[in-house]
T-cell receptor, first 116, second 115 residues
């Protein structure tokens, strides 16, 4: 069965600090996709990254970086030099590549507060 | 601005009312989705449409009735709702169906309160 666990319900850090959001997933498939989405106060989920299960290279995009480790079934997200605008709820998600119902399983989200 | 719009943004309704939520995507996508986001629960996929045909209905109560008249518009008709249906209802679209290799673009949601 698919499952995504974001153990951190809420995190607060002071601006300019680095922060890592944890994501652990479960799947029986060997081919799957992992996602991170950001949900600012305005409500819409903003797509940040997709990673397929065959690509374990870490990725960096500006202040954002992602660490994918299949050995620990984790796909962690780090924000470097955080800014107040990074305050949002962040969701990690999983989709098995050949699922028939096109379902993306979301974690419960981590609410991130960046304090000025 | 993700290219997916939803109206209304906020809705308060009684249990005997009938209302509809509207979603429109301006991205030329072929698949559209309805999700329910309740407090402290993961997002729940409700309905999936591809090329105006429903391909998924995740055991959603019949008081929620979707409609997809064309690939750009998706409605969620509501009737005889319960207070526990109060939630944020999110619409999303993707280029096509296909597991995880088509990322979904989300609208801002409709915050629904059922009294």
């Amino acid at each position: 069965a698919q499952k995504v666990t974001q153990a951190q319900t809420e995190i607060s850090v002071v601006e300019k600090e680095d922060v890592t959001l944890d994501c652990v997933y479960e799947t029986r498939d060997t081919t799957y996709y992992l996602f991170w989405y950001k949900q600012p106060p305005s409500g819409e989920l903003v797509f940040l990254i997709r990673r397929n299960s065959f690509d374990e290279q870490n990725e960096i995009s500006g202040r954002y970086s992602w660490n994918f480790q299949k050995s620990t079934s984790s796909f962690n997200f780090t924000i470097t030099a955080s800014q107040v605008v990074d305050s949002a709820v962040y969701f990690c998600a999983l989709s098995e590549a050949f699922n028939r119902d096109d379902k993306i399983i979301f974690g419960k989200g981590t609410r991130l507060h960046i304090l000025p | 601005e993700t290219g997916v719009t939803q109206t209304p943004r906020h809705l308060v309704m009684g249990m005997t009312n009938k209302k509809s939520l509207k979603c429109e995507q301006h991205l030329g996508h072929n698949a559209m989705y309805w999700y329910k986001q309740s407090a402290k629960k993961p997002l729940e996929l409700m309905f999936v449409y591809s090329l105006e045909e429903r391909v998924e209905n995740n055991s959603v109560p019949s008081r929620f009735s979707p409609e997809c008249p064309n690939s750009s518009h998706l409605f969620l008709h509501l009737h005889t709702l319960q207070p526990e249906d109060s939630a944020l209802y999110l619409c999303a679209s993707s280029q096509d169906l296909g597991g995880g290799y088509n990322e979904q673009f989300f609208g801002p949601g409709t915050r629904l309160t059922v009294l």
